[in-house]
């Protein structure tokens, strides 16, 4: 069946680092890709998204290419900030009919180091 | 209020017992997501409902989950004779038509003891 494998964390870096979070998936058909990020204490919120191959996807300085050769769509910022400490999911959606039915990686969770 | 609704956010329920959930989505959003989150893990896909009726229920784990949107709006996630295994956060999540961006609420955290 369709699933999505993210790099394990905690991944930790000091403020201003380039941060890449990999993210594979295994589907078939024509999925959309998706970001979404956990603040702590907070929802899952979309960060960004991805609906067909070679789309870049991008929010907050956050960017992602879905690669449909590599069947990846790894999460990449150039600097980052102490307030970027989050819990990241990568997720696909299986239909373009049912936006909402998302399968989810474990998530990586990134601590930003003044 | 604006987004997604979920009550109560926290939940303490012996095991055997019954519990409900509740989720109010974002006003006019027709489609509803029930997802679980277990402890470091992402969310696992429960039910989807386009309007009042459940267009996909294959990520309920058994019989012993059932969910309801009899209005089209409200929906209740409903658990009968619950085990320490159900223990998890419970996400409730809505979008337009089911084919655009999904909002979350921040969930029910559910504890069988």
């Known amino acids: 069946g369709n699933s999505v494998t993210q790099m394990e964390g905690p991944v930790t870096l000091s403020e201003e680092a380039f941060l890449t979070i990999n993210c594979t998936y295994t589907?078939?058909?024509?999925?959309?890709l998706f970001w979404y990020v956990q603040y702590p204490g907070e929802g899952l919120q979309l960060l960004l998204k991805a609906t067909k191959a070679d789309d870049k996807g991008s929010n907050k300085g956050f960017e992602a290419t879905y690669r449909k050769e590599t069947t990846s769509f790894h999460l990449e910022k150039g600097s980052v900030q102490v307030s970027d400490s989050a819990v990241y999911f990568c997720?696909?959606?299986?239909?373009?009919?049912?936006?909402?039915?998302?399968?989810f990686g474990q998530g990586t969770e990134l601590s930003v180091k003044p | 209020g604006a987004g997604v609704s979920q009550t109560p956010s926290n939940k303490v329920t012996e095991k055997g017992k019954y519990v409900e959930l509740r989720c109010d989505p974002i006003s006019g959003h027709t489609a509803l997501y029930w997802y679980r989150q277990s402890l470091g893990q992402g969310p696992e896909f429960l039910i989807y409902?386009?309007?009042?009726?459940?267009?996909?229920d294959s990520g309920l784990p058994n019989d012993r989950f059932f969910a309801v949107r009899p209005e089209g709006s409200v929906s209740t996630l409903k658990i009968q004779r619950t085990e320490r295994g159900d223990s998890a956060v419970y996400l409730c999540?809505?979008?337009?038509?089911?084919?655009?961006?999904?909002?979350f609420g921040q969930g029910t955290r559910l504890t069988v003891v």
């Open positions: 589907a078939t058909g024509y999925p959309s």
């Open positions: 999540a809505s979008s337009l038509e089911g084919n655009t961006e999904a909002f």
């Open positions: 997720a696909l959606s299986e239909s373009r009919n049912q936006g909402g039915k998302l399968i």
């Open positions: 409902f386009q309007g009042t009726g459940a267009a996909d």
